[in-house]
């Protein structure tokens, strides 16, 4: 790994997110990012409290533009508006290994599937018939993509994933026999979705379930067939969406939600923790319980 200095996430942090830089000292070594309340020399943080003072060691602080910081001769600080936004895109630039750009020789890739520049694909992973995966996104080990799958580009989907196999669906004939729908409608990740590991997406009847760019899935997180997840919207572990649900643009799905089948939830709204969704949910409102109810409005994301 190449030996990160204070220099370098100085230019960083200046270049991407017009960082102020406030330095005094000579330049030094980082040796890791830490939580604030363990920096020591040579590691680095972020603050996103209104005063902080660092240490007499040489440190690197990524802070807020108003935050008052005093002492710490030797400390380089760094100025920003989204400080934990900032640490965390410097941690991932400096820090975390980058998995090569190659398919796993383990992996099954059908021969009708269509790879972007710069995919990954991990071992035992099987992408089926027609997929398609677009420019630089990475496929995680064990992960299944069914047939007709389309990721879009600078998507991460984790391992142990399964995206495109058959909803739930079911009729019985004369003689009472169950018969299973087909699903052929397939899925449709946007660009930069990321889905976390142990997921199941299912395919659409006719038309694809579909996430929207930016749409963020936790692990262990089900998605019925022939839902449609509005951009930038989260959805946090063990949530349920059942089928053909339709969930608007930036909202919040919180751990082991429930939406019944069919519901739309509007835009910016916020699901709480284990709530049962029963009925369609309006723009910009907080809701909880089982069943679910409005609680309060939800302010507006900051722009």
Request: glycine share 12%; net charge negative; charged share 15%.
């Amino acid at each position: 790994m190449v030996e990160v200095t204070s220099a370098m996430l100085a230019d960083f942090v200046r270049q991407k997110f017009a960082g102020e830089i406030e330095y005094s000292g000579p330049g030094f070594v980082l040796s890791q990012p830490v939580a604030l309340g363990d920096l020591a020399a040579n590691a680095f943080s972020f603050c996103n409290g209104v005063r902080f003072t660092p240490p007499s060691d040489p440190v690197a602080v990524i802070c807020g533009r108003e935050t008052l910081c005093e002492g710490g001769a030797d400390a380089l600080v760094l100025r920003v508006d989204n400080p934990r936004l900032v640490f965390g895109k410097a941690v991932d630039h400096f820090f975390v290994p980058k998995p090569k750009n190659s398919v796993h020789p383990f992996a099954v890739i059908e021969n009708s599937v269509v790879l972007g520049a710069e995919v990954s694909i991990g071992a035992h992973s099987v992408i089926g018939d027609r997929c398609h995966i677009g420019a630089r996104s990475r496929i995680g080990s064990n992960v299944v993509l069914g047939p007709g799958v389309s990721v879009g580009e600078d998507c991460v989907i984790l391992s142990g994933s399964v995206i495109g196999e058959a909803g739930f669906a079911v009729e019985f004939d004369a003689e009472g026999h169950s018969f299973r729908l087909p699903h052929i409608g397939g899925v449709v990740l946007e660009d930069r979705v990321q889905v976390g590991s142990l997921c199941s997406i299912a395919s659409g009847t006719l038309s694809p379930t579909i996430l929207r760019e930016d749409v963020q899935l936790d692990n262990k997180v089900h998605v019925a067939h022939n839902v449609d997840v509005g951009a930038r919207s989260l959805i946090t572990a063990c949530a349920e969406i059942s089928g053909s649900v339709t969930i608007g643009p930036d909202c919040w799905l919180g751990p082991n939600s429930s939406v019944i089948n069919k519901i739309n939830i509007g835009r910016n709204s916020l699901i709480g923790l284990g709530a049962v969704v029963t009925k369609d949910v309006g723009d910009s409102v907080v809701v909880a319980g089982s069943p679910a109810r409005v609680l309060r409005a939800n302010p507006e994301p900051a722009q």
